[in-house]
């Protein structure tokens, strides 16, 4: 979903993402009437949630399933871009962001316990390479619509529409999304050993990794 911080951020001739879109964080100054120091700590609020949220999120995934937690993170995620839309003091809109934090934490972690369920071992590196490039990519390419909305109606509206979508693709979470195929989904399949928990704890702490590594997460200033 989109947001303030640089992984929503529009691309530059060097390839990387900016800060975060200009206009979005000049409305945010404005309207929360933060000074640049208090607007960066804003924007890294939810950057941090993410990575702090990974481990108990994908906790939360063996023990719930992917598909209950993917509709979760609709919720937290709809939850806080509402919440944030009509903010108007900076501890309401931290709070917000903190949803929003949680929620993508969340989503990360079921996604990728789904893709061992539905792939061979030999092609889950490949398909979660891939999972990581295709929402960075979103990430980055959701500012442009997201952006000419803010800019034509208002932070409101560009908010709660921005809500209303993470509430419809929990829908659609709920309606397409499976744990697994059928043949593996035992009727102890809501039990979680410590072997799974383990690998949980490992995947979790890749992610971190890569999240913290990555040059969408620490990206370029402009120049």
Do not use: K
């Not at 000074?35 to 960066?40: D, E, I």
């Not at 659609?172 to 799974?196: K, M, Q, T, Y």
């Amino acid at each position: 979903m989109a947001d303030l911080d640089g992984r929503r951020g529009r691309l530059h001739p060097d390839g990387h993402a900016a800060d975060h879109p200009r206009r979005c964080g000049l409305d945010a100054a404005d309207r929360f009437g933060l000074s640049p120091g208090t607007l960066a700590a804003f924007v890294f609020i939810q950057v941090a949630v993410f990575s702090v949220a990974q481990i108990p999120a994908g906790l939360m995934v063996d023990r719930f399933g992917p598909r209950a937690m993917l509709v979760a993170n609709a919720v937290l995620l709809a939850c806080g871009q509402m919440l944030l839309a009509h903010a108007t003091t900076m501890p309401v809109a931290a709070a917000a962001r903190v949803l929003v934090g949680t929620g993508d934490a969340v989503v990360f972690a079921a996604t990728l316990a789904l893709i061992p369920r539905w792939f061979s071992p030999r092609r889950v590196p490949l398909m979660t390479q891939l999972t990581t490039i295709v929402g960075q990519l979103g990430q980055i390419l959701s500012a442009v619509p997201f952006v000419a909305l803010l800019r034509h109606s208002g932070w409101s509206t560009a908010f709660t529409s921005v809500a209303a979508a993470s509430a419809l693709m929990g829908v659609l979470a709920f309606a397409v999304v499976r744990n697994g195929p059928a043949r593996i989904l035992g009727a102890d399949s809501h039990r979680v050993g410590p072997r799974r928990r383990r690998c949980t704890q490992r995947r979790c702490g890749r992610a971190r990794g890569h999240v913290w590594g990555s040059s969408v997460t620490w990206p370029r200033s402009s120049r």
